[in-house]
């Protein structure tokens, strides 16, 4: 997939351009994504994302990065914090903000070490794609944790986009996705979002202890999993 949502961080965080980023999907209209969003500051942020990063301890890996807002109040509260994107840009933008500890790479292969907290915020373990690969990425999270060490994410049970009418084969929440920003458009990419119960069950599948620290009622949760 070519770096176009890193465009439209460094683009953005530049200002040069005033271009929107779009998602594409295959459920119903297009729907913007804010550049903004990547920039927020804690005050900013709804309570699931400030528990998250209250409840980060260690050293901590932030996953899927972007431009690393979460890595900078992290940073500022003068924890041990790398934050990581497979987005070039990403990184580059990552870095002029002054994020000390900013490293491109993907986490499906990444082995630099070990850590307390593993952070995957704004649904990011979506970028697992389907169930399968989910549980794949899961043991491989396991070589990452420090003993006693804890993943911190948030997601999601998108039932509702089906009005009750739930496909008939693969899971719900393995939803196919594009950017959009100007003339350009990814390749269609899988992003996953998983409901409470599935998740349960693939913890234990992995070798997980589940503890839900938050849940609204749209189906958001934010999650801890440590090893059992």
Not at 81 to 106: H, R, W
Not at 137 to 166: C, K, M, R, V, W
Not at 173 to 194: A, M
């Amino acid at each position: 997939m070519s770096d176009i949502l890193g465009q439209a961080i460094y683009k953005h965080y530049h200002k040069l351009s005033r271009q929107k980023l779009w998602i594409n999907n295959r459920y119903g209209p297009r729907e913007e994504m804010p550049l903004g969003t990547y920039f927020r500051t804690e005050d900013d942020m709804p309570d699931m994302e400030w528990l998250a990063l209250n409840e980060c301890r260690g050293k901590v890996l932030d996953i899927g990065a972007a431009a690393g807002c979460h890595s900078l109040i992290l940073q500022e509260r003068r924890m041990d914090v790398t934050a990581m994107d497979i987005s070039p840009l990403a990184v580059d933008v990552m870095k002029e903000q002054g994020i000390k500890k900013a490293v491109l790479a993907d986490i499906f292969s990444y082995n630099q070490g070990k850590f307390d907290t593993l952070l995957l915020l704004m649904n990011g373990i979506g970028l697992a794609g389907t169930i399968i690969k989910l549980k794949q990425l899961l043991l491989h999270l396991t070589t990452l944790l420090n003993p006693g060490g804890q993943i911190l994410f948030d997601s999601s049970d998108i039932a509702y986009l089906y009005e009750g009418q739930l496909p008939q084969t693969g899971y719900y929440g393995e939803i196919w996705y594009q950017y959009e920003y100007g003339r350009q458009k990814t390749e269609w990419f899988q992003w996953l979002y998983v409901d409470e119960a599935t998740m349960q069950a693939i913890a234990t599948e992995t070798g997980f202890k589940m503890d839900v620290l938050l849940e609204d009622e749209f189906g958001q949760y934010l999650t801890r999993l440590t090893l059992v």
